[in-house]
């Protein structure tokens, strides 16, 4: 199991929403040292373009080729994906995997990148067990089971974020094992030990660390130390 800390991005500043609520932001400095002190325990991170997931385009990119030229970290990148020219900018500044999730659901349009990147992530958002998009803004009807249903032919791997746990420092939420034997990494309340080894019980195969590590919850040697690595 991986741990991936995480740097959430507005207007060039490492931050943390409440529940994903832009009016409740917390800003913690800047994201190139924040990552440089990621460096010595882990080889890849996790990013998201807070700004782009709300205006529908990434809007950091700069910022993260920053940290990718700066630190050699390996970059997972969400935010505001939604567009075959966004896709197609950030593999070419190094990302390793870009994370899509509103627009996941245009399968046409999710076969297409599929064929032409390796590596793209779907992020399954959920609020009461159903996907919601565009910022976490806007709520569909399709439950988390019935979309890893709709997209697992497409893609192997899957972060499963629990929005109402997400900048809570509460614990993960409740959850069963749905999936097969895809890559399935978790986000959203994780603040302890605890939480990692109910994680890994479960089978997901990472987890994704951000407010904790910022509020000194736990610390990262602590996460890793826990699962040997």
């Given at each position: 199991m991986r741990i991936y800390p995480a740097i959430d991005l507005m207007n060039g500043k490492a931050v943390r929403l409440y529940k994903g609520r832009k009016e409740s932001v917390k800003v913690y400095g800047?994201?190139?040292?924040?990552?440089?002190?990621?460096v010595k325990l882990?080889?890849?991170i996790h990013i998201v373009d807070l700004d782009g997931a709300f205006e529908g385009k990434p809007q950091n990119l700069d910022v993260v080729r920053r940290i990718i030229e700066e630190t050699g970290l390996k970059v997972q990148m969400g935010g505001g994906f939604r567009d075959y020219e966004s896709i197609?900018?950030?593999?070419?500044i190094g990302v390793e995997n870009v994370i899509i999730g509103t627009?996941?659901?245009d399968l046409k349009f999710l076969e297409k990148i599929t064929r032409d990147f390796e590596g793209?992530?779907?992020s399954l958002d959920a609020r009461g067990g159903r996907i919601v998009v565009k910022g976490w803004e806007e709520e569909s009807s399709i439950t988390v089971e019935e979309a890893y249903g709709m997209l697992?032919?497409?893609?192997?791997?899957?972060?499963?974020t629990a929005i109402e746990k997400d900048g809570?420092?509460?614990?993960?939420?409740?959850?069963?094992r749905f999936w097969d034997r895809e890559e399935f990494i978790y986000a959203g309340g994780v603040s302890s030990v605890?939480?990692?080894?109910?994680?890994?019980?479960?089978?997901?195969?990472?987890?994704?660390?951000?407010?904790?590590?910022?509020?000194?919850?736990?610390?990262?040697?602590?996460?890793l130390n826990v699962l040997g690595d």
């Open positions: 800047d994201p190139v040292e924040m990552a440089r002190g990621f882990v080889d890849k197609a900018k950030a593999y070419s627009k996941a659901f793209i992530t779907v697992k032919k497409y893609v192997n791997r899957f972060i499963y809570t420092l509460t614990g993960i939420e409740k959850i069963e605890e939480d990692i080894l109910k994680l890994k019980e479960i089978g997901f195969s990472g987890a994704i660390v951000g407010k904790a590590l910022y509020e000194g919850k736990v610390t990262l040697e602590e996460l």
